[in-house]
T-cell receptor, first 119, second 107 residues
Framework: GAVVSQHPSRVICKSGTSVKIECRSL??????MFWYRQFPKQSLMLMAT?????????EQGVEKDKFLINHASLTLSTLTVTSAHPEDSSFYIC???????????????FGEGSWLTVV | KNEVEQSPQNLTAQEGEFITINCSYS?????LHWLQQHPGGGIVSLFM???GKKKHGRLIATINIQEKHSSLHITASHPRDSAVYIC?????????FGQGTRLTINP
């Protein structure tokens, strides 16, 4: 079945540095990818929606200059946390929606998430 | 009031019990997802429903579009079923998530 792969699964970075998280769709072309953030014991919070080849649409309250999203191809989206601070430590999850293939249609598939710790 | 409400928020049961988790929503949807999140954080998509009922192994998911309600059932529950179960409704584009139900199955 369809697989969405996120990398890295865990990353520790120093305060002030930038870190990139990749989200790849392995079996299908993802016309739309979503990035979520989850604080401990809370529900997933949508950060932004990205469509291949266009700028991401950010949710209210999410700093677009801090959380850079690039969706340069139909199988890859990246989230870059710039000038990371300890309060950016969180669990980040991507999901992807197929568009072209009939079998994948409108289904949304999730990556396994990435734990970011900023020290 | 949240657009997606799950109940219960926490559920502890003994191995073998029949489990039901409920999800009610207030918005129009094109599909509803049941997700499973294990302690490590990774999310597994269990079901995507737009009508009726689906079954996969010991898991059953139902949805009533008129009543805007879905249930996830686990038969013959097992400690490995312990996880957070999340209901998410899909509108035109985005997903809206419930708060999750933390399920603990004791041996």
């Amino acid at each position: 079945g369809a697989v969405v792969s996120q990398h890295p699964s865990r990353v520790i970075c120093k305060s002030g540095t930038s870190v990139k998280i990749e989200c790849r769709s392995l079996d299908f072309q993802a016309t739309t990818m979503f990035w979520y953030r989850q604080f401990p014991k809370q529900s997933l919070m949508l950060m932004a929606t990205s469509n291949e080849g266009s700028k991401a649409t950010y949710e209210q309250g999410v700093e677009k200059d801090k959380f850079l999203i690039n969706h340069a191809s139909l199988t890859l989206s990246t989230l870059t946390v710039t000038s990371a601070h300890p309060e950016d430590s969180s669990f980040y999850i991507c999901s992807a929606r197929g568009g072209q293939e009939v079998s994948f249609g409108n289904t949304i598939y999730f990556g396994e998430g990435s734990w970011l710790t900023v020290v | 009031k949240n657009e997606v409400e799950q109940s219960p928020q926490n559920l502890t049961a003994q191995e073998g019990e029949f489990i039901t988790i409920n999800c009610s929503y207030s918005v129009g949807i094109s599909a509803l997802h049941w997700l499973q999140q294990h302690p490590g954080g990774g999310i597994v998509s269990l079901f995507m429903l737009s009508s009726g009922k689906k079954k996969h192994g010991r898991l059953i998911a139902t949805i009533n579009i008129q009543e805007k309600h879905s249930s996830l059932h686990i038969t013959a529950s097992h400690p490995r079923d312990s996880a957070v179960y999340i209901c998410a409704v899909q509108g035109a584009q985005k997903l809206v998530f419930g708060q999750g139900t933390r399920l603990t199955i004791n041996p």
